[in-house]
């Protein structure tokens, strides 16, 4: 048994994203084989592999812990999936070339970030112009201590800081909220 499973059976468990599948969420998203893909905090791969799945370009794999870009590795090669590149470490030490994506997925990673503003500037910076960052986090239910989270309105208002153009809010799932925003 892997010694993150309890870790890993809660990041791949659909009803984090409100009970639906990568599959079901990418599929409200206009992803075009030809795009190149962040997916930040990849976790266990639970976005990445159904990434790569769709595309020919490839899907970077940015998680701090080694152990979980390990894994995702791991599921690529028993799938026969050649096109995810693993980048361990934070984001403003990754090798990524400034302009150079055309879609950064983040989810339900952005609302564990603190300051999120600096991360939010890095990531304006890797898009191309046209490229987006799609976040997709859980609407708080209470402001309570134990609630970490981001509203949507409030990471609208980052988003625009950080010289974004927010162009899509939606609620695929009770509480849980996709945003993208445009370079």
């Known amino acids: 048994m892997h010694k993150h499973h309890n870790k890993i059976a809660y990041l791949d468990d659909p009803q984090r994203n409100g009970g639906l599948t990568a599959e079901v969420l990418l599929d409200q998203l206009a992803i075009k084989k030809s795009d190149r893909i962040l997916d930040f905090g990849a976790g266990t791969g639970y976005f990445t592999l159904p990434l790569a799945q769709r595309i020919d370009d490839t899907v970077f794999a940015l998680d701090t812990d080694p152990a979980m870009l390990e894994l995702i590795d791991e599921k690529a090669q028993a799938a026969a999936i050649e096109n995810i590149e693993f980048v361990s470490g934070e984001l403003t030490n990754a090798a990524l070339a400034e302009d150079s994506l055309d879609i950064i997925l983040a989810s339900l990673v952005l609302h564990e970030i603190t300051p999120l503003d600096p991360v939010l500037d890095n990531m304006h910076s890797l898009l191309k112009t046209g490229g987006r960052l799609i976040a997709i986090e859980l609407e708080p239910k209470t402001g309570g201590p134990k609630a970490p989270r981001l509203t ?32």
Do not use: T
């Open 152 to 183: 949507s309105s409030g990471l609208e208002q980052q988003l625009i800081a950080a010289g974004f153009e927010v162009a899509e809010k939606f609620f695929p799932a009770q509480s849980l909220y996709v945003l993208v925003a445009q370079k």
